[in-house]
């Protein structure tokens, strides 16, 4: 969004950064890892401003959270909250016609956190709609409240407005996309009355759901995958399939929950893809949790999972738990998962073979084409008359065992 806005002011995307005049970090700090893939990159760009002027402006939700210590950095010129993110544009612009920073004047819109409407997603075939942003759960793990503050829903008229602004421009799948989307609520407005709304339009078109919180899901919304325009796919925030540890997350729902849902949604449609995230070696998490974990993964049928190992939030109820697990067993029970799920997901491509299904042609490489299926199966096509972003049916002819997501046409 931010790229989007700095090129029609006449700038160019580098795809690079290490080649730019002006660099923006926006910074993610889920977890430990992110934080430390972030300091990375800072090294480098500061290594990079040793040798020519490079305006480095760092943002996201790491300036949110520790915006005085990110502060105190050498060779990072302005730190820029993430409350205040849409407003780097205005800044560059500022800083390119006067040559000075009137920090002063950097002020939150009314419209704050969904000021940025993107019309161009640097080259990709997919694009999204952010229609909510923040979340009100207090997970005992988690720092996002921090960074992203209360939940807050964009304008019903607005989504729908927006969305198909995308489809006039001629983006055949959209993302929806927030924190947290199945708390979205405007007025009586809410996550099933924007998805009635948007696959209600005419075109041929499809609507992805990004990730989904059990308890706040409500499966009626499944009903509209059988027009064919919202995808059988659900990105899962499981996070354990652990009851015990569930409830030491503070998240309210059980695994039978989130297995049952999984069960409705193969009803609407076969070959329904699961998608997820799973914390692995939460405090007091015990060899019984973690195969607890393993069977409610086996029930859901991931064929994609991210495995994070547990990492502490410094002000997260979490990160003062007792019984904290040691590294060894947490990485050890990251393989052991990651097996599973491959698993699964060779389990779940055999179920393809010989059908044809209906892709995106997205990214050409030699001797194909990639694209995703609707179920978010990644599809290599050795068709290279496949026309990029149209809808195209490729008959799966061959799994590859050793890449869990993808399939060959």
Same mark, same amino acid.
């Given at each position: 969004?931010?790229?989007?806005?700095?090129? $029609?002011?006449?700038?160019?995307?580098?795809? %690079?950064?290490?080649?730019?005049?002006?660099?923006?970090?926006?910074?993610?700090?889920?977890? =430990?890892?992110?934080?430390?893939?972030?300091?990375?990159?800072?090294?480098?760009?500061?290594?990079?401003?040793?040798?020519?002027?490079?305006?480095?402006?760092?943002?996201?939700?790491?300036?949110?959270?520790?915006?005085?210590?990110?502060?105190?950095?050498?060779? !990072?010129?302005?730190?820029?909250?993430? /409350?205040?993110?849409?407003?780097?544009?205005?800044?560059?612009?500022?800083?390119?016609?006067?040559?000075?920073?009137?920090?002063?004047?950097? /002020?939150?819109?009314?419209?704050?956190?969904?000021?940025?409407?993107? %019309?161009?997603?640097?080259?990709?075939?997919?694009?999204?709609?952010?229609?909510?942003?923040?979340?009100?759960?207090?997970?005992?793990?988690?720092?996002?409240?921090?960074?992203?503050?209360?939940?807050?829903?964009?304008?019903?008229?607005?989504?729908?407005?927006?969305?198909?602004?995308?489809?006039?421009?001629?983006?055949?799948?959209?993302?929806?996309?927030?924190?947290?989307?199945?708390?979205?609520?405007?007025?009586?407005?809410?996550?099933? =009355?924007?998805?009635?709304?948007?696959?209600?339009?005419?075109?041929?078109?499809?609507?992805?759901?990004?990730?989904?919180?059990?308890?706040?899901?409500?499966?009626?919304?499944?009903?509209?995958?059988? =027009?064919?325009?919202?995808?059988?796919?659900?990105?899962?925030?499981?996070?354990?399939?652990?009851?015990?540890?569930?409830?030491?997350?503070?998240?309210?729902?059980?695994?039978?929950?989130?297995?049952? !849902?999984?069960?409705?949604?193969?009803?609407?449609? =076969?070959?329904?893809?699961?998608?997820?995230?799973?914390?692995?070696?939460?405090?007091?998490?015990?060899?019984?949790?973690?195969?607890?974990?393993?069977?409610?993964? $086996?029930?859901?049928?991931?064929?994609?999972?991210?495995?994070?190992?547990?990492?502490?939030?410094?002000?997260?109820?979490?990160?003062?738990?007792?019984?904290?697990?040691?590294?060894?067993?947490?990485?050890?029970?990251?393989?052991?998962?990651?097996?599973?799920?491959?698993?699964?997901?060779?389990?779940?491509? +055999?179920?393809?073979?010989?059908?044809?299904?209906?892709?995106?042609?997205?990214?050409?490489?030699?001797?194909?084409?990639?694209?995703?299926?609707?179920?978010?199966?990644?599809?290599?096509?050795?068709?290279?008359?496949?026309?990029?972003?149209?809808?195209?049916?490729? +008959?799966?002819?061959?799994?590859?065992?050793?890449?869990?997501?993808?399939?060959?046409?």
């Amino acid at each position: 969004a931010i790229g989007s806005r700095l090129i $029609k002011m006449g700038l160019e995307y580098e795809e %690079d950064y290490r080649n730019s005049n002006i660099v923006i970090l926006n910074s993610c700090t889920v977890t =430990d890892t992110a934080d430390k893939k972030v300091m990375k990159y800072v090294k480098s760009i500061r290594r990079l401003k040793e040798e020519r002027n490079i305006f480095f402006i760092f943002t996201g939700c790491l300036a949110q959270t520790d915006g005085d210590k990110i502060s105190g950095i050498e060779g !990072i010129d302005l730190v820029i909250d993430n /409350k205040l993110k849409h407003k780097v544009p205005e800044v560059i612009k500022s800083f390119l016609e006067n040559r000075f920073l009137d920090i002063k004047s950097i /002020k939150p819109s009314r419209k704050g956190r969904f000021e940025f409407e993107p %019309d161009s997603f640097l080259g990709r075939t997919r694009a999204f709609l952010k229609i909510q942003d923040g979340c009100n759960r207090m997970c005992s793990f988690c720092k996002v409240p921090f960074a992203r503050g209360g939940s807050i829903s964009l304008e019903y008229d607005e989504v729908i407005r927006r969305f198909k602004k995308l489809l006039e421009l001629g983006y055949k799948e959209i993302v929806i996309t927030g924190v947290n989307i199945t708390s979205y609520y405007w007025n009586g407005y809410t996550l099933k =009355d924007v998805i009635r709304g948007m696959v209600s339009l005419d075109g041929e078109f499809r609507v992805r759901l990004s990730s989904i919180m059990p308890d706040e899901f409500d499966v009626s919304i499944l009903e509209f995958v059988k =027009d064919g325009k919202l995808s059988p796919h659900l990105h899962i925030s499981l996070q354990s399939g652990s009851d015990y540890i569930i409830k030491l997350m503070r998240r309210n729902y059980t695994s039978k929950d989130v297995v049952e !849902i999984a069960d409705v949604a193969r009803k609407y449609y =076969d070959g329904f893809g699961f998608s997820g995230d799973v914390i692995v070696g939460f405090p007091e998490e015990s060899e019984k949790h973690f195969n607890e974990t393993i069977d409610t993964v $086996k029930k859901i049928g991931f064929f994609r999972l991210h495995i994070f190992p547990f990492s502490p939030r410094r002000g997260t109820v979490a990160s003062v738990m007792d019984n904290q697990v040691p590294y060894e067993i947490k990485k050890e029970r990251e393989r052991i998962l990651f097996d599973v799920v491959k698993g699964l997901s060779v389990e779940f491509k +055999k179920k393809f073979l010989g059908k044809d299904i209906r892709i995106i042609p997205e990214e050409y490489v030699d001797g194909g084409v990639y694209g995703y299926a609707d179920n978010y199966l990644r599809v290599f096509s050795r068709d290279i008359s496949l026309k990029r972003n149209e809808f195209s049916y490729v +008959k799966v002819s061959e799994i590859n065992e050793e890449d869990p997501t993808t399939v060959i046409a």
